[in-house]
């Protein structure tokens, strides 16, 4: 009995269902059965036919029994191509140990550790902690949606009216040319990329230890967001304020404004209204000795170095530096992250604690600038406004954000599904989160 395939005892059930114990049915088995595999005897089909000589209920349990075991076995086969590709990113020394989820349905419908086993690695488990970086900016970004909703600010407010040192901005022109901004800057600037701010001082590959950041997002220079954002003020600005799309220290300025407004640290106050109500009790701008040991190490992948290390963290992590840069301070843990992910994707609820409405949600996922490969950008958020051009299989309207050390998450909310992936491992690679999403949807 055990050569038909599984495809085909499902077959030869649903058949059996069917029919009767007539001979002509009988004959009409032996065909369905050598579908499969012509080599079959006659004789072993006849006797599978008497075998199955048994009553239709009893057939309809032994149907229904085979689809179960067809689903799951094939659910474990499809989920074997996340984990392939979770592999394949050892194989190929683009990261080390590394960890996906994919939540579907109100349900964690796969969630698998691959750890390196490399000398220098840790494993990775429901504790271990990631610096999470540009994955910080989604979370400011929420932080100043409940400051819009409290009718604390508006996003068309100058920036000036919360930090006046703002109020005398400059823009470069011409080489060499600085000249008094024509356009005030406004908080809409910040929360879209189009201030005029870069990272400044930036070099793709740093390999010296405990070299920062850069010139403005730095432990060593600033351990406050005010003094951070009064140097700010004196950068000339890249472009006219909202005239182009340029990534850079916004989020940060937009954690001093939170500040001003509620006269609290920027920690302060998304514990409060955030990482709290979500029990997102690892989320923080800062590490105790204890959790430096949940801290994944660094994989190094720059250039010709291959190489883990717990050098390279470009900030402080000092539980005494109140510098709160919300675009990349943040560290937290993969359970954490799902937790404001779900929020997200149950519109901007969880637990029966409402975070944000959905019509902020809305308003952070409207297009300001245009991207690339079928994507724009809205607050701080990708989105998908053309699959096609895309070309993974995603559902159009996702949303989601990536990390320097190459963490990512999506949310779907055609799919009521939503994808997160942490490592730790530089230089940050596109195709990760590209990969991982293609893996996704090959499935879902």
């Known amino acids: 009995m055990s050569q038909l395939p599984q495809g085909g005892w499902l077959k030869v059930v649903s058949f059996l269902i069917r029919g009767s114990s007539s001979v002509g049915r009988a ?37 229904i029994s085979l689809i179960l075991v067809s689903c799951q076995s094939n659910s ?65 970004i ?31 022109g011409k080489v060499d040319e600085i000249y008094d901004c024509k356009n005030s800057l406004k908080i809409l600037h910040l929360m879209t990329h189009r201030a005029g701010y870069k990272y400044y001082n930036w070099k793709y590959y740093r390999l010296q230890p405990g070299e920062s950041m850069g ?27 909202g005239s182009q799309y340029v990534y850079g220290i916004s989020q940060a300025i937009l954690g001093r404004i939170v500040e001003v407004v509620t006269k609290k640290t920027f920690y302060e106050y998304l514990k409060e209204r955030i990482f709290d109500p979500l029990g997102m009790t690892n989320t923080k701008f ?51 992250y799902a937790k404001f992910c779900k929020m997200l994707l149950n519109d901007g609820e969880l637990n029966g604690q409402r975070i944000i409405s959905q019509s902020s949600i809305d308003i952070m ?47 779907d909310n055609q799919k009521n599904l939503f994808g997160l992936f942490m490592t730790r491992a530089r230089e940050y690679k596109q195709d990760i989160q590209n990969d991982f999403r293609e893996a996704v949807y090959s499935i879902y």
């Open 27 to 63: 004959s009409a088995f032996q065909a369905e059965c050598r579908e499969f595999d012509p080599r079959l005897p006659l004789k072993n089909l006849l006797n599978m036919y008497s075998f199955f000589k048994i009553s239709k209920n009893q057939l309809y349990y032994i149907f």
């Open 76 to 140: 474990k086969i499809d989920n074997n191509l996340i984990q392939e590709f979770q592999e394949q990113l050892i194989k190929d020394e683009t990261t080390g140990s590394n960890v996906a989820m994919v939540f579907k349905d109100d349900e964690v419908v796969y969630k698998q550790v691959v750890n390196s086993g490399k000398e220098g690695d840790k494993n990775i488990n429901d504790d271990t902690i990631f610096p999470v970086w540009s994955m910080s900016k989604p979370i400011t």
């Open 142 to 172: 929420v932080a100043m949606m409940t400051l819009f909703e409290d009718g604390l600010i508006d996003f068309n407010d100058d920036v000036s009216d919360y930090i006046p040192s703002f109020k005398n901005i400059k823009c470069k």
């Open 215 to 241: 010139l403005y997002i730095n432990h060593e220079k600033y351990d406050n967001l005010k003094d951070f954002a009064e140097d700010v003020t004196r950068i000339p600005l890249e472009y006219e304020p």
């Open 286 to 336: 800062y590490l105790t000795e204890d959790e430096r040991n949940r801290f994944q190490p660094l994989f190094l992948n720059s250039q010709s170095i291959k190489e883990f290390t717990n050098s390279y963290d470009e900030l402080s992590y000092d539980i005494d530096n109140h510098a709160y840069f919300g675009g990349e301070g943040l560290v937290s843990t993969l359970e954490d």
């Open 365 to 411: 996922t409207e297009k300001h600038s245009e991207g690339q490969d079928g994507f724009y950008t809205a607050f701080s958020l990708f989105v998908l406004e053309d699959p096609e051009k895309d070309g993974r299989g995603s559902s159009k309207g996702i949303y989601g954000w990536s990390g320097y050390h190459n963490t990512h998450f999506w949310i």
